[in-house]
């Protein structure tokens, strides 16, 4: 069993609570999918493992069952966030403690530019490749070029560990460029979407047969704006061949009003709306909007028509620098004004990601608006924040849970989860049977 494994690796810290509502979550690590798949088409037996919140250790004894000390090959790792930094610091010490095989290290959210800093954190691994990975993986293999165009191409499921348990994600474009100051891909540019034809051929070999719940895909695309155009052939597309329901997260001026019909229309069942605030002078923070008054009626808008179109709506909300009681209120009064409308609420608090001599900027733009490093609650890549002086850290995530639980109900919670990221075979029945042993503090209302 002469096997090539990708390993996408777990988290021994959490960016939210450890409870079951959050520990149950299965996230797809789309890119490593994809990466194993090219190998796969070049002749080689490939399979991808997630580490999710699986301790190393017991991770570890799967992919030995799995035949892990029988490869000859590297042993490839995708690191999707700095909080999977320690449980990848624990997993190559395992492996290696093992077997001899080359570690080789990806992320490029993690490795920001500066590989030699990862290898300082990680002094078990052998190699670390930046960026995006499709033509660079058979090198590492085969020591020669591939200059294949490989866009648009989509994953093999079949080499998903676990797959039946997973909701699959299709990715539609690549790129944002819109600048926002808290994400990541502000600066990467926006690419064209992918043909509807190509989607709905690539959801049809999605599909499993079984008892659990439908397979209902994430659009992937960090900057999601559909045309008329594209809408309209993603119909046509899905009248001859397969309908679908799948989700999408949109930001609130990307999206003009005569397409939320056709958005229904096209099968979205669920769209996350990152709206980020309702206070003035925090959209202006964020560089969300400098209009920050038009913004929040598009906002209107667009939550009244996905509701009359049957899109259930769950807002995003960033609590961020200089955040206090009066810009709270001023979200918590416009979130009341749209209740009706809003499926979900889900509020974070903003944190600082990258090595420090990448982020200082945004930290010290953030502490111009009143925010203080949180030394006890930051750690290596990841800068947390008291976020004014009537608002430390501590209480910003208690604020952001109760936000959330105002607008959310358990089995609306769940619908949401369960779409996306929940075991397809895990039912409400059990959830609440969960949640009802472990009787924690969650960000919705039981």
Same mark, same amino acid.
Do not use: H
């Given at each position: 069993m002469n096997r090539i494994f990708f390993i996408s690796a777990g988290q021994l810290n959490t960016k939210k609570e450890r409870n079951i509502s959050n520990i149950k979550n299965m996230y797809l690590n789309y890119g490593l999918l994809s990466l194993a798949?090219?190998?796969?088409?070049?002749?080689y037996d490939s399979i991808v493992f997630h580490g999710n919140f699986t301790s190393p250790n017991l991770f570890l004894d799967n992919l030995?069952?799995?035949?892990?000390?029988?490869?000859?090959?590297?042993?490839?790792?995708?690191?999707?966030?700095?909080?999977?930094?320690?449980?990848?610091?624990?997993?190559?010490?395992?492996?290696?403690?093992?077997?001899?095989?080359?570690i080789i290290i990806g992320g490029r959210w993690v490795i920001d530019g500066d590989v030699n800093r990862l290898k300082l954190e990680l002094p078990h691994i052998d190699e670390v490749v930046p960026g995006l990975g499709e033509n660079k993986i058979l090198k590492t293999i085969t020591g020669i070029d591939d200059y294949t165009d490989y866009n648009h191409s989509p994953p093999d499921y079949t080499l998903l560990n676990n797959r039946q348990y997973y909701q699959p994600s299709i990715e539609v474009s690549r790129g944002c460029g819109r600048g926002c100051d808290f994400c990541q891909e502000k600066d990467e540019p926006l690419q064209n979407l992918k043909s509807p034809i190509l989607i709905v051929n690539e959801y049809k070999n999605l599909l499993i047969k079984d008892n659990f719940r439908d397979i209902t895909p994430y659009f992937e695309a960090s900057l999601f704006t559909p045309t008329e155009?594209?809408?309209?052939? %993603?119909? #046509? &597309?899905?009248?001859?061949?397969? =309908?679908?329901?799948?989700?999408?997260?949109?930001?609130?001026?990307? !999206?003009?009003?005569?397409?939320?019909?056709?958005?229904?229309?096209?099968?979205?069942?669920?769209?996350?709306?990152? %709206?980020? #605030? &309702?206070?003035?002078?925090?959209? =202006?923070?964020?560089?969300?909007?400098?209009?920050?008054?038009?913004? !929040?009626?598009?906002?209107?808008?667009?939550?009244r028509l996905c509701y009359k179109n049957g899109i259930k709506t769950?807002?995003?909300?960033?609590?961020?620098?200089?955040?206090?009681?009066?810009?709270?209120?001023?979200?918590?009064?416009?979130?009341?004004a749209h209740k009706e409308y809003i499926y979900g609420v889900s509020c974070g608090v903003v944190s600082a990601f990258g090595w420090e001599h990448n982020k200082q900027k945004f930290i010290e733009k953030l502490c111009?608006?009143?925010?203080?490093?949180?030394?006890?609650?930051s750690f290596t890549g990841v800068t947390n924040f008291h976020l004014s002086d009537t608002l430390c850290y501590q209480d910003s995530i208690a604020e952001a849970k109760k936000l959330s639980k105002e607008f959310m109900t358990m089995e609306k919670f769940f619908y949401l989860k369960a779409f996306s990221y929940y075991p397809r075979d895990y039912t409400f029945d059990q959830f609440?049977?969960?949640?009802?042993i472990e009787k924690g503090n969650y960000s919705f209302d039981y």
């Open positions: 798949t090219v190998v796969k088409k070049a002749g030995i069952s799995e035949g892990l000390l029988k490869t000859q090959y590297p042993i490839y790792i995708s690191i999707p966030s700095y909080y999977a930094l320690t449980w990848t610091q624990e997993i190559t010490s395992l492996i290696k403690a093992k077997l001899n095989n080359k155009k594209w809408l309209k052939e %993603l119909i #046509s &597309a899905q009248k001859e061949s397969q =309908s679908f329901f799948w989700r999408a997260e949109c930001r609130v001026d990307s !999206l003009s009003n005569r397409l939320i019909p056709l958005m229904a229309q096209a099968g979205m069942a669920i769209i996350d709306l990152g %709206l980020e #605030s &309702a206070s003035p002078i925090q959209l =202006s923070r964020m560089a969300k909007s400098k209009t920050p008054e038009k913004y !929040l009626n598009r906002a209107s808008e667009l939550l769950k807002v995003n909300i960033m609590l961020y620098a200089g955040e206090n009681e009066d810009t709270l209120n001023e979200t918590r009064t416009w979130l009341n111009g608006y009143g925010a203080t490093v949180c030394e006890e609650k609440k049977r969960d949640i009802d």
